[in-house]
């Protein structure tokens, strides 16, 4: 193959807009700067705000028009370089193929039976790309002096991933040939395909990350242009706003954390190969071999030859894979919606309240979730609608009660409620909210069904509408889940039915079915609180593209590549 890049450059009247001069440049990159950097909008402005800040981009991609570097050919070409390049380097590549697999994309095909929790997969470190190799590549003596660099690892890879594509004799370049050349993350929507996420949980983190792209590019492009340490990269004669976005896609729907040659930290990488393996449901089964010093995959399940091979990328809900991966997967048994709830500091039982979701383990604000599976509510927002909804004699027993300390245990246990009334207030407030949180939405589901029958709807628009009705649909079994828990305790009240009585053994269990969640609340990481603060951060972050990274490996490890 060894088909060289080219660099488009823009000449007067070729079909690209005349030659900008770089101060003319450099003057629109600063406002974009200063309109990305300015306080964050008031309440119910971001759209307005997203609007601006697109079209300052809008008007710099129009000048740097024909400029971007692409490579010639179709990305199928490069394949057969991608394996022979990977099998040079000690990867095991002989169990499968690159194959397309239309609405999918391409991905990987066995060329064998594989049986499940078989290896068949491994790649060595030397062909990852993660911040280390940045470091000691042409990008180092930038990242040795720029904090923001160096505080972000995903910002990073990016930049390293533009530079080693730039250089013609990059080790990388089989692997950076063979990704795509454009990706379907909201990044590359339009307009108008965005706007159909107004009213949705998910359109806020839509608009910070595009906010936020545009902010580093801005910043970056400067830093380029004047930093000393920047004077011989390839950047420095073509950056472009669309060779940022597309890094920072690539990027953002491949990256994962890798522990570091001694194993003492984690750091992020790039993975070649393993990248190309698309999502469906299950468990995670790649990890990381530091005795052998590469990345090893497992088959999830047993694969038949010419079958697809899957890997599982986490428990992502439908927004994360839409907004960090550009897919929107159907199946998706771990999807959710957030839901921020507290206690009123101005209510008058407030101090009580926070005492005993304290004892508890959870904080008296919190952002949880609401699943799209039964139970829709957690062991923990279970616990905290209790609190929420006691009396104070409930209060009190729960404070300073015979077996005060031991009760705090089963506030997570839907066999073991506070009372009945307890009950019908916490379901009834649930069914409520989840109906009033429907109602912001500017379509119905009936009308989403509708739309999404029309046959002209671009992919990006069928994937916004998707996401939007999933939300809803959630909220309306959340609400129906509701409905019939207040009318089943409603008619215990009504019989009178006594409360069930707990035994010692069994008070430190939750209903949750998962393993690690069979532990005493107190005792338990709460994942919603995490979720919760990670929020705080990604808003509060000046550089973040808000892409959630967790370790491969591990528990809970998610794995984030995808190809589309």
Not at 458 to 466: E, T
Not at 490 to 511: G, T, V
Request: proline share 4%; hydrophobic share 35%; with cysteine.
């Amino acid at each position: 193959m060894g088909k060289k890049s080219r660099v488009k450059t823009q000449k007067s009247g070729s079909g690209a807009s005349a030659v900008v001069s770089p101060k003319e440049m450099m003057n629109l990159i600063s406002e974009l700067l200063q309109k990305c950097s300015s306080a964050a909008p008031s309440a119910g402005k971001e759209w307005e705000e997203y609007i601006q800040i697109r079209g300052l981009v809008e008007k710099i991609r129009k000048k740097q028009k024909g400029m971007s570097v692409v490579f010639e050919g179709s990305r199928e070409d490069y394949f057969p370089d991608l394996m022979s390049w990977a099998q040079e380097n000690g990867a095991s590549c002989d169990s499968f193929i690159v194959t397309n697999f239309g609405a999918e994309g391409y991905g990987l095909r066995a060329t064998r039976d594989i049986k499940a929790e078989e290896l068949f997969l491994w790649i060595p470190r030397k062909m990852l790309m993660t911040v280390e190799s940045a470091q000691n590549s042409e990008l180092g003596p930038l990242y040795s002096q720029d904090r923001i660099l160096q505080a972000m690892g995903n910002v990073t890879l990016a930049l390293h991933l533009l530079c080693e594509r730039a250089n013609p004799a990059s080790s990388w370049l089989p692997y950076i040939r063979s990704l795509p050349q454009e990706y379907d993350t909201p990044l590359y929507y339009q307009q108008d395909e965005v706007q159909l996420l107004l009213g949705t949980q998910a359109v806020q983190d839509v608009l910070s990350q595009y906010k936020n792209t545009a902010r580093q590019y801005a910043y970056f492009y400067k830093l380029v242009q004047t930093h000393p340490a920047a004077s011989k990269l390839a950047l420095k004669d073509s950056f472009t706003f669309d060779d940022y976005r597309w890094a920072v896609s690539s990027v953002m729907t491949r990256q994962n954390q890798i522990p570091t040659e001694d194993g003492s930290r984690v750091t992020l990488a790039l993975i070649p190969v393993w990248d190309m393996c698309n999502h469906t449901n299950g468990l995670i089964t790649t990890g990381y071999n530091l005795e052998d010093d590469r990345c090893e995959c497992v088959a999830l399940q047993d694969y038949k030859e010419n079958e697809q091979i899957y890997i599982f990328y986490g428990t992502r809900s439908n927004a994360e894979f839409v907004i960090h991966n550009g897919f929107f997967f159907h199946d998706n048994v771990h999807d959710r919606v957030k839901i921020k709830l507290g206690v009123s500091k101005s209510e008058r039982l407030y101090a009580m309240k926070a005492e005993v979701l304290a004892r508890a383990g959870i904080p008296a604000s919190c952002v949880f979730a609401l699943h799209c599976n039964e139970p829709p509510i957690s062991a923990q927002l279970l616990a905290f609608l209790r609190v929420f909804c006691m009396t104070e004699e409930e209060l009190k027993d729960y404070l300073l009660g015979d077996r005060a300390i031991n009760k705090i245990f089963t506030l997570g246990n839907s066999e073991f409620p506070v009372s009945w009334d307890n009950e019908i207030k916490l379901w009834t407030f649930l069914e409520t909210r989840a109906a009033l949180l429907l109602k912001t939405y500017r379509t119905t589901s009936e009308e989403d069904c509708c739309m999404l029958e029309k046959p002209d709807l671009s992919l990006h628009s069928r994937v916004a509408i998707q996401l939007r009705l999933a939300e809803k649909q959630i909220l309306e079994k959340v609400s129906a889940s509701g409905r019939a828990k207040r009318l089943q305790f409603q008619k215990k009240l009504e019989e009178d039915a006594p409360l069930p009585h707990y035994e010692e053994s069994d008070i430190a269990l939750l209903e949750n079915s998962d393993t690690d969640a069979k532990l005493p609340i107190i005792l338990r990481k709460l994942e919603e609180v995490e979720e919760g603060q990670e929020i705080q951060v990604e808003e509060h972050s000046h550089f973040l593209n808000g892409e959630k990274q967790e370790s491969m490996g591990g528990v809970g490890a998610e794995q984030v590549p995808a190809d589309s």
